[in-house]
């Protein structure tokens, strides 16, 4: 539950190099993935700060439909071997609906209507048809800091 539902971020290793050049500051962190912000922590200090990662669904009528963590969730997926219930993946459930309305965007895909007789399942998302293949480049991620000190003139009204 801690890995598929976290209720905090965890605060990963992360290797930092500071640089002071007279007043001005450059802060370099190489990150371990892509999902971290620069933002201000509860007790004050900026830094890098991991976001949640979790999968989270909506209500749409009497059905949920996927609304944050694809990825994760496909990641579990394929991670899982074998078939129901040990695929299972935990959500949090999201506090907005989706309005029958609203769902239009949602209904592009021809033959899958989220509110009709055939809604969509999780693996038709990655049918040849609804979804394309994509190469992927490795990539390493790095928060780039930069503080520059400015004098600057004040005006009097």
């Known amino acids: 539950m801690s890995q598929t539902l976290p209720l905090s971020a965890s605060n990963p290793n992360l290797n930092i190099l500071f640089t002071q050049k007279t007043l001005d500051t450059e802060i370099d962190i ?13 007790q004050g200090a900026f830094g890098p700060k991991e976001l949640m990662g979790h999968v989270a669904v909506l209500h749409a009528g009497d059905r949920m439909v996927l609304g944050k963590g694809y990825h994760r969730l ?18 949090g459930v ?8 609203a769902a ?6 021809p033959g899958l209507h989220i509110f009709g007789q055939r809604p969509p ?4 998302f990655f049918t040849e048809g609804l979804a394309m293949p994509v190469t992927l ?8 800091v930069r503080a520059q000190w400015v004098a600057m003139d004040v005006t009097e009204p």
């Open 137 to 144: 480049k490795r990539k390493r991620y790095q928060l780039q």
């Open 30 to 42: 190489d990150l371990p993935h892509a999902e971290f912000i620069f933002g201000l922590h509860p």
């Open 104 to 109: 239009d965007a949602l209904n592009a895909a």
């Open 121 to 124: 399942l999780f693996a038709d």
């Open 74 to 91: 496909y990641g579990r997926v394929l991670s899982a071997a074998g078939a129901l219930p040990d695929r299972l993946s935990l959500v």
């Open 94 to 101: 999201d506090t907005s609906t989706v309005a029958p309305g």
